[in-house]
């Protein structure tokens, strides 16, 4: 951070205002302060209890320190292309003793251009992830109808509502969730499934939150299945009983909101004497060290007769890795997971995320043959507190 502080700096120095010393100054003040300040904080925090602060402070400080950090980072990319091009004519220079000093026509130096340019966009993105924290609990209702020959007569219309990805460790405003939940309850769904990521780490994030999300009830069931941070992974427990306990709590608190949690397992789903298969596994990752918790060899076995079959899988990297190759009768995937990053850019003709460089199916319905996989981009969010691009989204599906 310090030496990404010095680099920028430099920057700063070129393009500030000459004839007015006293702005010079507090420019500099001002620049030094903020990134000391945050350089002190980073490398304070395992002495600071910092778990035991308010949570909205504590997400919003990190989220503050890392969006300045990735400010200059982007600003950074213009100084090194300056710095190359300086280097190349310095270079050119002794090799063949000219001068190449270049001005632009209106007499500003291209690194003062440069300079400028990277300055602007830098703050341009540390500015647009703080708009960014106004859009966290702005739930959009995607709505798709989805096509299947095999679907049974008494299944079409059927209306699913998806969410995924609660994160309820992360929210600090109880009545904007409320209204989130709202919006699944005014569509009045036939069916709710919910593919994971229900806490950040532990159950009792979910405390506050049982009698909101208890109230979404549908005709044929609200059914769930785990993601990778529902296990507890990411805290360094007393024991392994203490983290064995808080999956049993989590388990516990599914149970409390009357969703049943699919283990590997299946259910049936009947209408109008006619039936589907739901099935739901745990965690199972192809990228980076996600945990594979889940089994689908458990889940499948009893599902083979049933004429269509949509599986609750976290992780949409489960796709491709084992479901396209192996069950090519699994006609529907649900996923969450990647919550688009939180970050990108979607508009006609753009989709665009940092994510997908990791995530080949991020966001949205993805088609192979006959098979479909829809990949929710997240209800809550985890560890930046705000949105850019990429909304909360609550999916509403009917299948035809």
């Known amino acids: ?48 209890r910092y778990e035991t602060w308010p949570k909205a402070i504590r997400t919003y400080v990190i989220a503050i320190i890392i969006g300045l950090f990735l400010g200059k980072l982007v600003a950074s990319l213009f100084f090194i292309v ?36 990277g300055l602007t966009i830098g703050a341009g993105f540390f500015s647009t992830l703080l708009l960014g924290f106004l859009n966290k609990y702005r739930y959009q209702i995607n709505r798709l109808q989805l096509a299947f020959e095999n679907l049974p007569s008494s299944f079409r219309g059927l ?17 904007a969730v409320r209204r989130g939940v709202n919006k699944i309850i005014a569509e009045q769904p036939d069916l709710i499934l919910f593919t994971g990521d229900l806490v950040n780490d532990r159950a009792t994030e979910m405390q506050d939150y049982i009698e909101i999300f208890g109230q979404l009830q549908a005709p044929l069931g609200v059914y769930s299945v785990l993601g990778n941070h529902d296990y507890g992974d990411y805290v ?5 009983e203490a983290k064995h306990s808080n999956l049993r709590d989590l388990m516990a608190v599914h149970d409390k909101m009357g969703w049943r949690l699919l283990m590997n397992e299946h259910a049936v789903i009947e209408k109008d004497g006619e039936k589907i298969a739901l099935l739901g596994i745990e965690n199972w990752g192809a990228k980076g060290n996600f945990s594979r918790y889940g089994k689908m060899e458990k889940a499948y076995p009893g599902t083979e007769n049933y004429p269509f079959k949509i599986l609750l899988s976290h992780d949409p990297s489960h796709w491709d890795a084992q479901v396209r190759t192996e069950y090519r009768d699994i006609d529907l995937m649900l996923a969450g997971h990647t919550h688009g990053m939180q970050f990108g850019l979607e508009l006609p003709g753009i989709k665009w995320s940092p994510v997908q460089y990791m995530y080949k199916q991020w966001a949205g319905l993805y088609e192979f043959e006959n098979q479909k996989l829809y990949v929710n981009r997240g209800f809550g969010f985890l560890g930046y507190p705000g949105r850019v691009g990429i909304l909360p989204e609550i999916t509403v599906i009917e299948l035809a």
């Open 1 to 48: 951070m310090f030496l990404l502080d010095l680099y920028v700096f430099q920057a700063i120095k070129i393009v500030l205002p000459l004839s007015s010393p006293r702005w010079r100054l507090t420019i500099i003040i001002a620049y030094w302060l903020i990134a000391i300040l945050a350089i002190v904080v980073v490398a304070a925090l395992p002495y600071l």
């Open 236 to 240: 360094r427990w007393e024991n392994e």
């Open 159 to 175: 209306k699913i509502v998806h969410i995924s990805d609660i994160h309820s460790g992360s929210f600090t405003d109880r009545e």
């Open 82 to 117: 300056d710095d190359i091009r300086r280097g190349g004519l310095w270079a050119f220079g002794k090799l063949f003793n000219t001068n190449t000093a270049v001005i632009s026509q209106d007499g500003i130096t291209r690194s003062a251009f440069l300079s400028w340019m």
